[in-house]
């Protein structure tokens, strides 16, 4: 009997073991927790509350293309409008587990739902936190380690997570105070540390705020007054040329951050001193803004006061600034010719006009912004009409504008199209390590745009080398059992055209047309070696443009 | 077992038998025998950067002895009167092909901004991103070449971008010559890739153009224009400049059996085949704790490497159309920290240059032996100083470059190449 006793506690042992090891193995590839039960919970949204709106911004586009004799394209596939949401919200397309519960609900509903799903999903958060962290505090490292970095864009995901208002989230930013690692968003102001011997640099965020917050390019105002009418400020309807006195005024208000190592970043008195161009003598420079002064309060103190007037509710060109970004992160591409170029002296597009009008109104809601984009007809539009398309067409908003995706997007949409899953942190950890380490490789090699995120420069050779024999594009088509969709159409497909489907879903998100399915189902059929077959279409539609442009 | 596409340098010219003698082979062995090489040649230049900061006490600009020297001799050189660090012995020996200017200034003394300053001439600028000198180079002539024309051998944290030229005059990145290039091989038979690239093309890019914008390969993507670009470099003979393997051992042994050392080796090869612009880094100069032995370990990397490219250049006729560049972005401070080290320090250090347009055993500016502590000012320790920007104009003229022609930048303001003014003392 203590034999028999000694086997069975020694069966017992091994099994607990085995048990644990291979709890660990399918932590490790495949993740333990279940999707959020807030999904299903989640309510369907309703449109109603931005149709009025959204109706306003197609009559305008209407109107111009009645005004200037274009045809408009149809609207485009459910599907098609849906990977431009989730390449605008969380920086990759949809995988087929997305698409396939799409597909249960009725067509009406889908992009309402999917759009709805991204918003709350933790993706979105990231994703747009290092979008805007881009632009709020650049792409430079300098002094500005890495680890501020994350702070801040850390700071900023819980911002977009609590939908935070957008007046709120400038005024903390403009007015923040302490130190870094307390109040992650004081590092706006400490990401100029490094041209300033360690103190604010009132310049280099005049530059910023001129840029992100008002949509204004003023930097050359910097050295001397416009000579070129390249920079128009005062009221629009009484434009005047920009003078260096716009732009040290308006750095002037940063001069009143302190800092001290004990308490980090107070509010003190401005205390700004420059030469003019042309003069010999220092002086002190008052703060002022470069147009609407009738906005900035009296009182308070000075970065207070900027916070205030750029967020009032009648500083419109703020609004539209922030319009502008918004509008240029959901396209890829801005509305106008720059994304923080919007001349005061020129005519505003009506469309950015209303939704700016609803943004002010909405108190500044940045979900509602999103939606109202995306529900209206410039996204929904369709790429391809039936008309011969040209840049005209594009730039009136007849068809949805084809843009090159970002690096950072197109290392995420292949690392997407090689999971069934979506690819977030509920991922295993060996995914979320490989998303990690092939998009930073990939965006790496590809070339990181920086912060001119939405330069519309053709495809290179280097980055045609890389999708046609890089890692992430090996990795993809290598046929993985245990982690890669490829494998899994391989094994799961019930037929050769289900297959050929299954992997346009996944790399191109659509199916195939008829010609397409008919010539790889075909190919399958003859081919001795169906598993290469298939390698083979994956590499053909990773290295598609369709992948690698948004359309 | 597949017929695997014959793309390595290792399948061209490494099976022995079946290899057929490039005209690039040809014409290297040509030069290794004769020392002859094309007079009509682009120029070129090869940026040797020096990563962190390198001391000028350490390297070009010692002042042993005294106060600020540290641990340092001087050596003589082989130009008459002039002495460097005797780190680097053999460099001395080729300081008659090069003019060195010890009296370089920035005002930028943090490394992301400095590099950037360095290589583009220009400080960072929220509005505008500058190319770097490489990027300016292929800009400003329409040479083709099967393989880039702009390379970063061992790529640092900041490999030389092209800026507002675009992303198609970044330098494609290169690891260690002795590794493959990066992403050049098929890894599968020609046929089933050719079956690849036409399913792409004959179906699936078709499809895509149907109904889109007019035009648009042309207008807009220039899909299969880069991709038959990237199929040429795959199967270039060119690739085999990149591998120096192809040298005989006693050249790889002159340039030093390190990355740094193939680098330079491969930089030269590379020039041969017509690349305009090849930067090969060299770390380890950041030398805030125990600078000498630092500064010393770096400059072992470089002695052997920095003399052998110059005396390979020089041998082969190439010194007349290749401009060498060794520098970093910015020296070290005179002062000697508690840690022994030196920190950053841009007012006043140094750079040597070699090769086309520049004058031969030359020595421009200097850094005062013995500065006072308390010095407001450090540029008044100076003689002839020059800023980063005159060194760029330097450049760009040494290679028949108009510095001063503006280009019109994608916020339409015009900037000239280079806002500085040429060193004339340097220039020949």
Same mark, same amino acid.
């Given at each position: 009997m203590p034999n028999a006793k000694s086997i069975f506690l020694n069966t017992l042992r091994w099994c607990w073991f085995a048990l644990l090891v291979l709890i660990a193995f399918g932590y490790l590839v495949?993740?333990?927790?279940?999707?959020?039960s807030d999904d299903e919970a989640r309510p369907r949204i309703s449109n109603d509350d931005i149709a009025a709106t959204v109706n306003l911004v197609d009559q305008h586009r209407l109107a111009s293309l009645t005004a200037a004799g274009l045809e408009s394209a149809p609207v485009a596939d459910w599907m098609t409008i849906c990977r431009r949401l989730s390449l605008a919200l969380v920086g990759n397309q949809m995988s087929l587990e997305e698409i396939r519960e799409l597909q249960r609900l009725p067509e009406s509903e889908r992009e309402s739902v999917h759009l709805a799903n991204l918003l709350n999903d933790t993706r979105f958060h990231n994703y747009w936190a290092e979008r805007w962290t881009r632009f709020l505090v650049g792409t430079d490292e300098g002094q500005f380690i890495v680890f501020r970095r994350r702070r801040f864009r850390l700071w900023l995901a819980e911002m977009f997570s609590q939908n935070r208002p957008y007046d709120q989230m400038v005024r903390d930013l403009i007015t923040a105070e302490g130190l870094w690692t307390d109040k992650p968003q004081v590092n706006f102001l400490t990401a100029t540390f490094d041209s300033n011997n360690g103190q604010v640099d009132p310049v280099r965020l005049a530059a910023r705020t001129s840029r992100a917050f008002l949509g204004l390019r003023i930097d050359c105002l910097q050295c001397h007054s416009d000579f070129l009418g390249n920079v128009s400020l005062g009221d629009a309807s009484d434009s005047r040329g920009g003078l260096q006195t716009d732009f040290h005024q308006l750095a002037a208000f940063f001069s009143s951050a302190k800092t001290s190592e004990l308490q980090g970043v107070r509010s003190g008195e401005v205390d700004y001193q420059y030469t003019y161009l042309d003069e010999t003598e220092e002086v002190s420079v008052e703060p002022a803004v470069p147009y609407s002064p009738e906005l900035l309060p009296t009182d308070g103190d000075a970065r207070s006061r900027l916070a205030t007037w750029i967020t009032h509710r009648d500083n419109r060109q703020a609004a539209l600034a922030a319009i502008s970004h918004v509008w240029a992160l959901m396209f890829g591409r801005p509305a106008g010719d720059a994304v923080d170029n919007l001349p005061v002296d020129q005519q505003t597009d009506p469309m950015l006009g209303a939704l700016a009008d609803d943004f002010v109104a909405g108190k500044f809601n940045m979900r509602r912004l999103i939606r109202l984009i995306a529900r209206s007809a410039p996204f929904r539009v369709d790429s391809r009409a039936e008309f011969a398309v040209t840049d005209e067409h594009e730039r009136q908003h007849a068809v949805f504008p084809l843009v090159r995706l970002r690096p950072e997007q197109v290392a995420g949409s292949m690392i997407q199209a090689s999971r069934i899953k979506k690819t977030d942190r509920e991922s295993s950890l060996i995914l979320q390590l490989q998303t990690l380490i092939g998009t930073s490789e990939f965006v790496s090699q590809y070339g990181d745009i920086g912060e001119d995120e939405f330069t519309t420069d053709a495809v290179t050779v280097t980055q045609r080398l890389l999708m046609m024999n890089g890692g992430i594009t090996k990795d993809v088509i290598n046929p993985d059992p245990v982690l890669n969709s490829l494998a899994h159409i391989g094994m799961f497909a019930a037929s050769d055209d289900q297959a050929v489907q299954s992997l346009y879903l996944c790399v191109v998100n659509r199916y195939p047309t008829e010609s397409e399915q008919k010539h790889f189902v075909d190919r399958l059929r003859e081919s001795p070696n169906r598993k290469k077959t298939r390698e083979d279409l994956t590499w053909v539609l990773l290295n598609s443009s369709e992948l690698a442009w948004n359309h | 077992m597949d017929n695997l596409m014959a793309f390595s340098r290792r399948t061209l010219f490494g099976s022995g038998s079946a290899v057929v003698m490039s005209s690039l082979a040809r014409r290297l062995a040509i030069a290794d025998q004769t020392g002859e090489t094309d007079s009509a040649r682009p120029k070129s230049v090869i940026l040797l950067w020096m990563e962190g900061g390198p001391s000028q006490l350490e390297t070009f600009d010692p002042h042993p002895g005294g106060r600020i020297g540290g641990d340092v001799k001087a050596i003589d050189t082989s130009i008459k009167g002039v002495q460097i660090s005797d780190l680097l012995p053999r460099t001395a020996e080729q300081m008659h092909l090069t003019s060195l200017v010890r009296s370089v200034t920035s005002k930028e003394g943090d490394h992301a901004r400095a590099v950037y300053n360095v290589k583009t001439?220009?400080?960072?600028?929220p509005t505008l991103r500058h190319p770097s000198i490489g990027a300016i180079v292929c800009h400003a002539d329409d040479g083709v070449a099967d393989i880039p024309r702009h390379i970063s051998i061992v790529p640092g944290q900041h490999p030389s971008r092209g800026g507002y030229?675009?992303?198609?005059?970044?330098a494609f990145k290169i690891n260690d010559p002795a590794g493959p290039v990066p992403n050049v091989r098929g890894r599968i038979s020609k046929e089933r890739y050719d079956r690849r690239v036409s399913d792409l093309y004959e179906l699936v890019e078709k499809e895509f153009r149907?109904?889109?914008?007019? *035009?648009l390969e042309k207008r807009r993507t220039l899909h299969q224009t880069a991709t038959n670009a990237a199929l040429r470099m795959m199967s270039?003979?060119?690739?085999?400049?990149?591998?120096?393997?192809?040298?005989?051992k006693g050249e790889l042994e002159a340039f030093g059996d390190h990355r740094f050392g193939r680098g330079c080796l491969a930089a030269s090869r590379l020039i041969e085949v017509g690349v305009r612009c090849v930067e090969v880094t060299l770390g380890g100069w950041d030398s805030h704790i125990t600078n000498h032995t630092s500064q010393q370990s770096a400059c072992e990397t470089l002695d052997p490497a920095l003399s052998a490219l110059l005396t390979r250049l020089n041998e082969r006729d190439l010194l007349d159309s290749t401009l060498v560049v060794c520098g970093g972005e910015f020296g070290r401070t005179p002062t000697i920290n508690p840690a022994e080290g030196r920190d950053h320090w841009p007012h006043g250090f140094s750079t040597l240059l070699a090769g086309c347009g520049i004058r031969r055993g030359t020595v421009y500016g200097a850094t005062a032996p013995d500065p006072p502590r308390?010095?407001?000012?450090?540029?008044? *320790?100076?003689?002839d100083a020059v800023t980063v920007a005159d060194l760029h104009a330097t450049i760009l003229t040494a290679l028949g470059i108009d510095y001063q022609e503006e280009i019109i930048t994608p916020v339409g303001r015009p900037l000239m190449r280079s806002e500085g003014e040429p060193i004339a003392g340097i220039l020949s």
């Amino acid at each position: 009997m203590p034999n028999a006793k000694s086997i069975f506690l020694n069966t017992l042992r091994w099994c607990w073991f085995a048990l644990l090891v291979l709890i660990a193995f399918g932590y490790l590839v495949s993740g333990l927790s279940e999707p959020s039960s807030d999904d299903e919970a989640r309510p369907r949204i309703s449109n109603d509350d931005i149709a009025a709106t959204v109706n306003l911004v197609d009559q305008h586009r209407l109107a111009s293309l009645t005004a200037a004799g274009l045809e408009s394209a149809p609207v485009a596939d459910w599907m098609t409008i849906c990977r431009r949401l989730s390449l605008a919200l969380v920086g990759n397309q949809m995988s087929l587990e997305e698409i396939r519960e799409l597909q249960r609900l009725p067509e009406s509903e889908r992009e309402s739902v999917h759009l709805a799903n991204l918003l709350n999903d933790t993706r979105f958060h990231n994703y747009w936190a290092e979008r805007w962290t881009r632009f709020l505090v650049g792409t430079d490292e300098g002094q500005f380690i890495v680890f501020r970095r994350r702070r801040f864009r850390l700071w900023l995901a819980e911002m977009f997570s609590q939908n935070r208002p957008y007046d709120q989230m400038v005024r903390d930013l403009i007015t923040a105070e302490g130190l870094w690692t307390d109040k992650p968003q004081v590092n706006f102001l400490t990401a100029t540390f490094d041209s300033n011997n360690g103190q604010v640099d009132p310049v280099r965020l005049a530059a910023r705020t001129s840029r992100a917050f008002l949509g204004l390019r003023i930097d050359c105002l910097q050295c001397h007054s416009d000579f070129l009418g390249n920079v128009s400020l005062g009221d629009a309807s009484d434009s005047r040329g920009g003078l260096q006195t716009d732009f040290h005024q308006l750095a002037a208000f940063f001069s009143s951050a302190k800092t001290s190592e004990l308490q980090g970043v107070r509010s003190g008195e401005v205390d700004y001193q420059y030469t003019y161009l042309d003069e010999t003598e220092e002086v002190s420079v008052e703060p002022a803004v470069p147009y609407s002064p009738e906005l900035l309060p009296t009182d308070g103190d000075a970065r207070s006061r900027l916070a205030t007037w750029i967020t009032h509710r009648d500083n419109r060109q703020a609004a539209l600034a922030a319009i502008s970004h918004v509008w240029a992160l959901m396209f890829g591409r801005p509305a106008g010719d720059a994304v923080d170029n919007l001349p005061v002296d020129q005519q505003t597009d009506p469309m950015l006009g209303a939704l700016a009008d609803d943004f002010v109104a909405g108190k500044f809601n940045m979900r509602r912004l999103i939606r109202l984009i995306a529900r209206s007809a410039p996204f929904r539009v369709d790429s391809r009409a039936e008309f011969a398309v040209t840049d005209e067409h594009e730039r009136q908003h007849a068809v949805f504008p084809l843009v090159r995706l970002r690096p950072e997007q197109v290392a995420g949409s292949m690392i997407q199209a090689s999971r069934i899953k979506k690819t977030d942190r509920e991922s295993s950890l060996i995914l979320q390590l490989q998303t990690l380490i092939g998009t930073s490789e990939f965006v790496s090699q590809y070339g990181d745009i920086g912060e001119d995120e939405f330069t519309t420069d053709a495809v290179t050779v280097t980055q045609r080398l890389l999708m046609m024999n890089g890692g992430i594009t090996k990795d993809v088509i290598n046929p993985d059992p245990v982690l890669n969709s490829l494998a899994h159409i391989g094994m799961f497909a019930a037929s050769d055209d289900q297959a050929v489907q299954s992997l346009y879903l996944c790399v191109v998100n659509r199916y195939p047309t008829e010609s397409e399915q008919k010539h790889f189902v075909d190919r399958l059929r003859e081919s001795p070696n169906r598993k290469k077959t298939r390698e083979d279409l994956t590499w053909v539609l990773l290295n598609s443009s369709e992948l690698a442009w948004n359309h | 077992m597949d017929n695997l596409m014959a793309f390595s340098r290792r399948t061209l010219f490494g099976s022995g038998s079946a290899v057929v003698m490039s005209s690039l082979a040809r014409r290297l062995a040509i030069a290794d025998q004769t020392g002859e090489t094309d007079s009509a040649r682009p120029k070129s230049v090869i940026l040797l950067w020096m990563e962190g900061g390198p001391s000028q006490l350490e390297t070009f600009d010692p002042h042993p002895g005294g106060r600020i020297g540290g641990d340092v001799k001087a050596i003589d050189t082989s130009i008459k009167g002039v002495q460097i660090s005797d780190l680097l012995p053999r460099t001395a020996e080729q300081m008659h092909l090069t003019s060195l200017v010890r009296s370089v200034t920035s005002k930028e003394g943090d490394h992301a901004r400095a590099v950037y300053n360095v290589k583009t001439g220009y400080r960072l600028d929220p509005t505008l991103r500058h190319p770097s000198i490489g990027a300016i180079v292929c800009h400003a002539d329409d040479g083709v070449a099967d393989i880039p024309r702009h390379i970063s051998i061992v790529p640092g944290q900041h490999p030389s971008r092209g800026g507002y030229l675009g992303p198609a005059y970044d330098a494609f990145k290169i690891n260690d010559p002795a590794g493959p290039v990066p992403n050049v091989r098929g890894r599968i038979s020609k046929e089933r890739y050719d079956r690849r690239v036409s399913d792409l093309y004959e179906l699936v890019e078709k499809e895509f153009r149907r109904g889109r914008l007019v *035009d648009l390969e042309k207008r807009r993507t220039l899909h299969q224009t880069a991709t038959n670009a990237a199929l040429r470099m795959m199967s270039s003979e060119q690739l085999t400049a990149f591998d120096v393997s192809q040298e005989p051992k006693g050249e790889l042994e002159a340039f030093g059996d390190h990355r740094f050392g193939r680098g330079c080796l491969a930089a030269s090869r590379l020039i041969e085949v017509g690349v305009r612009c090849v930067e090969v880094t060299l770390g380890g100069w950041d030398s805030h704790i125990t600078n000498h032995t630092s500064q010393q370990s770096a400059c072992e990397t470089l002695d052997p490497a920095l003399s052998a490219l110059l005396t390979r250049l020089n041998e082969r006729d190439l010194l007349d159309s290749t401009l060498v560049v060794c520098g970093g972005e910015f020296g070290r401070t005179p002062t000697i920290n508690p840690a022994e080290g030196r920190d950053h320090w841009p007012h006043g250090f140094s750079t040597l240059l070699a090769g086309c347009g520049i004058r031969r055993g030359t020595v421009y500016g200097a850094t005062a032996p013995d500065p006072p502590r308390d010095r407001e000012d450090p540029l008044d *320790d100076l003689s002839d100083a020059v800023t980063v920007a005159d060194l760029h104009a330097t450049i760009l003229t040494a290679l028949g470059i108009d510095y001063q022609e503006e280009i019109i930048t994608p916020v339409g303001r015009p900037l000239m190449r280079s806002e500085g003014e040429p060193i004339a003392g340097i220039l020949s």
